[in-house]
Structure formats: structure tokens, C-alpha cells
């Protein structure tokens, strides 16, 4: 059965510093997410993607995150400038078009020094 | 914005008897509820959802009720087994676009052999 993926599984960074968290949703999905989970606390939307460009985001989603599809699989998470507080588990999702359900992927570690 | 809060947050169970998890929501548009199981150090996945056009829905040990007037939904686990032992989130989310969901804080169950 096809499964998104993710990579890493766990990233550890420095303060300041950009991180990239990659994820390659199940093919023929046209709907992508990000959600993060800090440890103990709920799991959190980010943004939603279709068609190329961001649907929604949320709060959390500011300035310092993008979102990016460079290519036909990936899909990708970039956070500029790290801080503290942005150390958690970060899931991606995807969805088909004609359905409801949202496939997680095993999630990123993130945690910043 | 939507709010899901999620009830008990731990749960302890003797093998074989049911359980029982609590989610209220906030959003009256809100019209597609998921319940997501995840297992220690693994992705979340989807174990059965509702939507708002019925009461209730089943499947094998399985059930989850929904009252729209309350705006509560609950998931019912029949003859538990210790594999049924994790994290379960409930979340919520409109039909619309995107399916943004909005996550309770999750429930840890325990069945105990």
C-alpha cells in the first residue's frame, strides 16, 4: 500500500539556522499538509497546499516557514531562521481529490539547540 | 476557529471491556470527524470517520456516534485487546477545499492483559 514518506526522521539544528524537512505524499494526491506536534501538546495545522500554492495556513505558519513542491513527488517544508520553540514532530500529509481521508507520513524530529 | 477538546486524556482498560473517548467541537460548520490511532513512535492512521449526515458508523469492534445538536462525537472500542493500546486523536474539519483538521489533544489508552 502506498505511504507518504519523510526525511529525516530526525534533524537536529542550531539556533538560527534554515532546515528543510522533505516529504513525498502519495502519488496521483493533490492535497498536501504539514502539521507539527510538540511533545505532549496536540497535533497542530500549519498549511494546506493545492494546485501549486498554499490554501490556508495557519497562526503558526508565519514569515519564517514556506512551502514548496519543487518537483512531481516532493513537497517540501523550509524554516528560515530556527528557534527554540519551533523543536517538535512535524507530519506531512496528503490526500486524494476524491476523498476525505489525510495519509500521515512517520514525521520529522525537529529539535533546535 | 475551530476548538476540539478530547476526553479522558489516559484511559486504563482490562482486556475485554470497552472504551470510550469524548470529543466536543466548537465549529457548528464542521462536518467530517476523524479518528486517528497512533502507536508509539509511529504515524498517525485512520481507524473510521463520520460525517455529519449520520448518527453513527461501525466497523467490527469499532463504533463512533455523533450528535450534532450537542456538537460531541465519541469513539466506542468493544471487546479491547492489548494491541489496541496507543494515542488516539480525534479531529474536525468542514468539507470544504482544503479539510483542514483540527486536532483534540489525544487520549492514551491502556489495556492491560
Known amino acids: 500500500e502506498p505511504e507518504v514518506t519523510q526525511t529525516p526522521s530526525h534533524q537536529v539544528t542550531q539556533m538560527g539556522q534554515e532546515v528543510i524537512l522533505r516529504c513525498v505524499p502519495i502519488s496521483n494526491h493533490l492535497y498536501f499538509y504539514w502539521y507539527r506536534q510538540i511533545l505532549g501538546q496536540k497535533v497542530e495545522f500549519l498549511v494546506s497546499?493545492?494546485?501549486?500554492?498554499?490554501?490556508?495556513k495557519s497562526e503558526i505558519f508565519d514569515d519564517q516557514f514556506s512551502v514548496e513542491r519543487p518537483d512531481g513527488s516532493n513537497f517540501t517544508l523550509k524554516i528560515r531562521s530556527t528557534k527554540l520553540e519551533d523543536s517538535a514532530m512535524y507530519f506531512c500529509?496528503?490526500?486524494?481529490?476524491?476523498?476525505?481521508?489525510?495519509?500521515f507520513g512517520p514525521g520529522t524530529r525537529l529539535t533546535v539547540l | 476557529g475551530e476548538n476540539v477538546e478530547q476526553h479522558p486524556s489516559t484511559l486504563s482498560v482490562q482486556e475485554g471491556d470497552s472504551a470510550v473517548i469524548k470529543c466536543t467541537y466548537s465549529?457548528?460548520?464542521?462536518?467530517?470527524f476523524p479518528w486517528y490511532k497512533q502507536e508509539l513512535g509511529k504515524r498517525p492512521q485512520l481507524i473510521i470517520d463520520?460525517?455529519?449526515?449520520?448518527g453513527e458508523k461501525k466497523d467490527q469492534r469499532i463504533a463512533v456516534t455523533l450528535n450534532k445538536t450537542a456538537k460531541h462525537f465519541s469513539l466506542h472500542i468493544t471487546e479491547t485487546q492489548p494491541e489496541d493500546s496507543a494515542v488516539y486523536f480525534c479531529a474536525a474539519s468542514r468539507m470544504v477545499s482544503n479539510y483542514k483538521l483540527t486536532f483534540g489533544k489525544g487520549t492514551l489508552l491502556t489495556v492491560n492483559p
Open positions: 497546499f493545492y494546485n501549486n500554492e498554499i490554501s490556508e
Open positions: 463520520i460525517r455529519s449526515n449520520v
Open positions: 465549529d457548528s460548520a464542521s462536518n467530517y
Open positions: 500529509a496528503s490526500r486524494a481529490n476524491s476523498g476525505s481521508e489525510q495519509f
